[in-house]
């Protein structure tokens, strides 16, 4: 994921959209600011409002302002914060020559998930997700949905046929989580070890006597 291009090792486009579970991709931007990466985010309409509904954070109308309201939010001063429009055609993130190594969409709705299966591109969250997949480079999903109808199981085998990373929001208890804060770690810390970022959220299993 380097690129001698750009002074930040990892690039990495994040992708909100209007399923529920916004504090993973909320923990996941920190960590990846706080590891000095830079960031291309990505709003849908809907995650706005579910942002607004599951956290206490308002997201204001404009790309710079919602930059700006982001990185306060997460507290991270390190790394580059981009905030693309949904309709931001000349962004990086719509060109497999500018683009980004990896993207990931968290959380991912399943009309989201249906449109990246149908390769429909109609906004950039859409359309950075199929640059990902033609350009052979690292997508992955975080469903949260349950339970998942067939429909929605058949986006996700397509989707993984093609070597898209389905990762369900389905966090792990072998670390005797104590708070909701340590579900939502474990959701980013899988993410961050998939993405080749080092993170101590949670240890592997095996370690430290795990």
Not at 105 to 123: D, E, K, M, R, Y
Not at 141 to 158: G, Q
Not at 167 to 181: D, E, I, K, L, R
Not at 183 to 190: C, I, K, Q, T, W
């Amino acid at each position: 994921m380097s690129d001698t291009s750009s002074p930040w090792s990892t690039r990495v486009t994040l992708a909100f959209t209007g399923a529920s579970g916004a504090q993973y991709g909320l923990r996941l931007l920190q960590c990846l600011l706080a590891a000095n990466a830079e960031v291309f985010v990505i709003l849908s309409k809907a995650a706005r409002v579910v942002i607004g509904t599951e956290t206490d954070l308002r997201l204001p109308a404009g790309t710079g302002a919602a930059e700006t309201a982001l990185r306060e939010y997460v507290q991270v001063d390190q790394g580059r914060l981009v905030v693309c429009g949904l309709e931001q055609w000349t962004a990086p993130v719509a060109s497999g020559s500018g683009a980004p190594a990896a993207m990931v969409v968290c959380p991912c709705s399943t009309g989201t998930l249906s449109a990246i299966a149908t390769g429909a591109s109609n906004n950039l969250i859409e359309r950075a997700a199929d640059v990902a997949i033609k350009e052979g480079r690292k997508l992955i999903l975080v469903p949260r949905e349950s339970p998942f109808s067939a429909i929605h199981l058949e986006n996700m085998l397509k989707l993984a046929r093609l070597g898209v990373t389905i990762m369900p929001a389905a966090p792990g208890f072998y670390h005797q989580p104590q708070s909701v804060n340590d579900l939502v770690d474990f959701m980013a810390a899988r993410l961050l070890d998939h993405l080749g970022v080092a993170q101590t959220l949670v240890p592997r299993w095996g370690e430290h006597g795990g």
